[in-house]
């Protein structure tokens, strides 16, 4: 335990977290650890082109990769910015990493480089043509809009904080009108394809590889229906780990997780932590 993580404070969560890691550390192969990207593994930044993943975290999954059954990496990114912001593409460790983008509708695998991904939503076409229109109808022109093709994401970081909570009724009734699933998350409202989330990309992953634990870390509203399948998976006799990377801005994940930890600071050094003592020197 580093100065900068603390266990949840329930000794209920507490006594989890120690079987679920003695799992992972007796039996590394039946592992799986899945990542959130942004505000786990990324610190939060104001332009999401630059929200790189921490160095000691991508190091700290090279030396996991080696022993741990399955790595993933679990993002509403597109697995192009995933890849491109980590760093993960030709890492040694990473030979198996597999990376969920856009909420588990793309998968990219380190074994063979290939990305499927489904077309552009036709709604989502339609959305972005009339956008810039309807969010100066709100008065909401200073939004950035962020098009990630399957789904598209309205940016209020560094404007006036409300903007968001006064956006959200209008956001729910022109993805109600389109057929389009809203996203909440930190400084953000994303509109995407109905159908998947995190918590079935998890779930999907957790049976591919036939994980007898899963440790699952997230920061956001997002991550909210992977922590509720390692919830589900524990019911079926599978190990799980939840840890939360905390924020100011976000504490949704706090009474669910088994760690908690300052940030993605905290989150590189519980990473490292794992990686010394499963991969000792
Ligand atoms: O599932 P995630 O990996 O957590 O991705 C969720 C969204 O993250 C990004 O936005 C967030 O991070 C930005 C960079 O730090 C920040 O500026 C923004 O305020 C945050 O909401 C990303 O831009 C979105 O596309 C992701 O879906």
Redesign the pocket.
Known sequence: MTASSRVAASGEAASRAAAARASVVADPAGTLLAL?????L???????TR?YAHPDSVEALGRLGSVLGQLAII???PVRQALDLGGFEGRAGLERLVILGQYGAERWDAADGRTSEPDRPAAVAELASTLPDWLVEHGAQDVRI?D?GLAI?L?T?GIDPRLLDELREPVDRLAAALGLAVEP????I?LRGLGHDKGDALLALAAESGARQVIFG???L??LPAFAAVEQLRTQGVGGLLLCSASAEQDALVARADIVLDGPDAVAAWLQELADELVPA
């Open positions: 959130d990207f942004d505000g786990t990324s610190h939060i930044v104001d332009d999401p929200a993002t509403g990114r962020e990630k994401a940016h970081r998350g930190r400084q953000v994303e997230g920061d956001d997002g991550d």
